[in-house]
């Protein structure tokens, strides 16, 4: 598929659900994916419970504002959950956001603004690393999400989906993903929609393990995220 509107004919009469987000998925697949989920928040959330601590100390230093950052997103079949952060923003960026509409760089139904007037200068790092995803761990642990599957969506950006693209959220969201490992940001939409789209057919326990694995080396490099 070269273009959105090959991608728009070639899923053109697929269910949100239960096609392929359960459609050959055995009841085994999810209970393990489900328990790897549990056991690989716990043990990250324990792990990382230090660096969590100075970075919230470091966010409260270099900005006003709460530490931690909560935003409705959308989960498996568009259900609305709250989705935790570390504030990388500034405390009012939310308001600005109007403002900067026209700098939008993404082109599409996601914004994204490479310098990000908003961002404080420990949310600029932060970024990169990824370390401002790591609470996720706790939606993770809640059954909102998963270690592997698509980025959960704001709400405002879901109204503006085609009905293909509302595909991905036929499976619970995750903290990475198969379009994490493949450029990240620096793709497309469309791409991210199809990565995601292909990672939800053919997804397994080993598919699972072994974006987790390259989702590692990914972060370290700080390329592709902002």
């Known amino acids: ?9 070639y899923y053109q009469g697929y269910e949100l659900t239960p096609y392929i987000g359960e459609r050959n998925q055995s009841k085994s697949y999810l209970i393990f994916k489900r328990f790897m ?3 690989g928040s ?8 230090p660096l969590m601590l100075v970075v919230a100390i470091l966010i409260k230093l270099d900005s006003k504002g709460p530490a931690l950052f909560t935003q409705n997103r959308c989960g498996k079949n568009g259900k609305i959950f ?15 956001k109007k403002e900067l509409e026209h700098l939008n760089e993404a082109n599409c139904v996601i914004f994204k603004i490479k310098q990000d007037p908003r961002i404080t200068k420990v949310g600029s790092f932060i970024r990169k690393a990824s370390i401002d995803e790591l609470l996720q761990l706790f939606n ?3 059954g909102e999400m998963s270690l592997v599957g698509p980025r959960p969506p704001v709400p405002g950006e879901v109204e503006k989906y085609d ?16 379009w994490q490992v493949s450029g990240r940001s620096n793709l497309e939409f469309d791409d991210m929609v199809r990565l995601d789209l292909q990672y939800i057919r053919e997804r397994s326990l080993m598919m699972d393990v072994k974006l987790l694995v390259k989702t590692v080396p990914v972060v370290l490099k700080m390329e592709g995220a902002y």
Not at 1 to 9: I, K, L, P, V, Y
Not at 163 to 178: D, F
Request: aromatic letters at 6%; one cysteine or more; a positive charge.
């Open 42 to 49: 716990i043990t990250g959330i324990i792990l990382l419970a």
């Open 163 to 178: 009905s293909w693209q509302r595909l991905r959220l036929s499976v619970k969201p995750g903290l990475t993903g198969l």
């Open 37 to 39: 989920d549990i056991a």
């Open 140 to 142: 993770v642990l809640k």
């Open 82 to 96: 709250k989705m935790y952060k570390f504030r990388s923003m500034c405390s009012d960026a939310e308001k600005k």
């Open 1 to 9: 598929m070269n273009s959105s509107n090959t991608a728009a004919e």
